[in-house]
């Protein structure tokens, strides 16, 4: 009925898939630096007297934010490029 996989294609076929729903993430930075941004702008127009503080306090959640990108775009190259689970078959 259906031909015989190799298991080493199989791997590589699930690491491709899961590499593509990895940088899925990069969908929820978008939004999510988005939200800061746009949260940032809303207290700084309610209180312009303190715009240091709010726009230090959403740069650290922009880094912290973006570093979430940062370690699935490695998983992925991971995952696609220098796959581990191929070598424990």
Request: proline fraction near 3%; charge should be negative.
């Amino acid at each position: 009925m259906f031909p015989l996989v190799s298991s080493e294609g199989f791997v590589l076929g699930m690491s491709a898939i899961a590499a593509a729903i990895v940088m899925l993430v990069a969908l929820g930075i978008g939004v999510g630096q988005g939200i800061i941004g746009m949260k940032a702008v809303e207290g700084v127009a309610r209180q312009p007297e303190a715009k240091s503080d709010i726009l230090q306090t959403m740069v650290v959640g922009q880094a912290v934010t973006e570093t979430t990108g940062i370690f699935a775009f490695i998983i992925a190259i991971v995952l696609v490029l220098a796959n581990p689970f191929v070598a424990m078959l």
